[in-house]
């Protein structure tokens, strides 16, 4: 009887001991080996500010086999005629690069053009990111009517 005790007291130290102590939220650090991801900002230089006034996007529609090239306004919303979807241009960079966290434009030469746009459908929004003209298939919203490719830019006039 006294071996039992002894046994069931070890077995209850022991169940005690491996309890995990909670973390506060504020006190869990990020997993081992990686850092917490930190928000990408978008630099529009002084040189292209007010530079350019639109991009023009084509809109593939792969239902019908058709493509259609529309002139997007920079900052203002663009209802796709025919559908739900709202196409908003947040930003042209003509010579998008990135350093670190910072999306900028090396210059005003569209040398590597990219508009960051909004798509939402129905008030949802489906899609915050960037359209190459050089590449692109490059981070390529998927959509499962619409193909969407960034073809031209208009400058200010």
């Not at 081992?32 to 529009?44: C, D, F, N, Y």
């Not at 006034?53 to 792969?62: E, F, G, L, S």
């Not at 129905?122 to 619409?146: D, I, R, V």
Request: charged letters at 20%; one cysteine or more; glycine letters at 8%.
């Amino acid at each position: 009887m006294l071996r039992f005790t002894l046994f069931a007291l070890l077995v209850l130290a022991a169940a005690g001991c491996s309890k995990k102590e909670e973390k506060k939220a504020g006190d869990m650090a990020a997993p081992h080996g990686q850092t917490p991801r930190k928000e990408s900002v978008v630099v529009v230089p002084d040189n292209v500010k007010g530079k350019w006034k639109a991009v023009k996007i084509a809109v593939t529609d792969k239902t019908a086999n058709k493509e259609m090239v529309y002139t997007m306004p920079i900052g203002a919303d663009f209802p796709l005629p025919g559908s739900d979807i709202v196409v908003r241009v947040e930003n042209f960079l003509p010579q998008f690069s990135m350093e670190g966290t910072t999306l900028t434009s090396q210059s005003n030469e569209p040398k590597n053009p990219a508009a960051q746009v909004r798509i939402t459908e129905g008030g949802k929004e489906l899609f915050k990111g960037w359209l190459f003209s050089l590449y692109p298939t490059t981070h390529a919203f998927q959509h499962p009517k619409y193909g969407f490719t960034l073809v031209d830019f208009v400058p200010a006039s």
